[in-house]
T-cell receptor, first 113, second 117 residues
Framework: GENVEQHPSTLSVQEGDSAVIKCTYS??????FPWYKQELGKRPQLIID?????GEKKDQRIAVTLNKTAKHFSLHITETQPEDSAVYFC????????????FGAGTRLAVHP | DGGITQSPKYLFRKEGQNVTLSCEQN?????MYWYRQDPGQGLRLIYY???????QKGDIAEGYSVSREKKESFPLTVTSAQKNPTAFYLC????????????????FGPGTRLTVL
């Protein structure tokens, strides 16, 4: 079935370093790839997304890259800050018809001052 | 953040008891979803609904039931048939595809933490 694998499951960095989280998806028809951030005990919130007609997208310190051929997409956070500490989830879906998001298992990011 | 609410925030269930989790949205979204979140795992889809009076099973529907009598509301019942219901339950909503852009952003509620006693 459809599957999204996410790595690493935990990531620890020093404040100011960069963090990279990688996802691989199985459904070649997927064309929408959002990233959600979930702070402890809170709801997931969309932080950035990318569609398959774009290879890279940036929003301040975060960026997402997509390689459709390899079915990989990645989240890059630069100049990390303690408030970036959270669990990050990638997801993949098709557009058109029903919007079913397939989520990765999540990456717990810890940014140490 | 506003626009989609869940209640209660915490819920305790005894063995053999059915409980209902509430989800309401005032975003005028057609589609609504229920997810279950367990520690160390991603969000798993329980049920989803694209329009009123219609809903479909997700990946882990066994032991759960839903209704969609109103656009704003999508309650989830955790039945006694669900053997391991302790989890964090998240409701979400989105604009039905095709009506606007191809964006599929799902907006999440604050969640309900269910514990079996």
């Amino acid at each position: 079935g459809e599957n999204v694998e996410q790595h690493p499951s935990t990531l620890s960095v020093q404040e100011g370093d960069s963090a990279v989280i990688k996802c691989t998806y199985s459904d070649s028809a997927s064309n929408y790839f959002p990233w959600y951030k979930q702070e402890l005990g809170k709801r997931p919130q969309l932080i950035i997304d990318i569609r398959s007609n774009v290879g890279e997208k940036k929003d301040q310190r975060i960026a997402v890259t997509l390689n459709k051929t390899a079915k990989h997409f990645s989240l890059h956070i630069t100049e990390t800050q303690p408030e970036d500490s959270a669990v990050y989830f990638c997801a993949a879906s098709r557009t058109g018809g029903y919007n079913k998001l397939i989520f990765g298992a999540g990456t717990r990011l810890a940014v140490h001052p | 953040d506003g626009g989609i609410t869940q209640s209660p925030k915490y819920l305790f269930r005894k063995e053999g008891q059915n409980v209902t989790l509430s989800c309401e949205q005032n975003l005028n979204h057609d589609a609504m979803y229920w997810y279950r979140q367990d520690p160390g795992q991603g969000l798993r889809l329980i049920y989803y609904s694209q329009i009123v009076n219609d809903f479909q099973k997700g990946d882990i529907a066994e032991g759960y039931s839903v209704s969609r009598e109103k656009k704003e509301s999508f309650p989830l019942t955790v039945t006694s048939a669900q053997k391991n219901p302790t989890a964090f339950y998240l409701c979400a909503s989105s604009i039905r595809q095709g009506l606007k852009s191809s964006y599929n952003e799902q907006f999440f509620g604050p969640g309900t933490r269910l514990t079996v006693l």
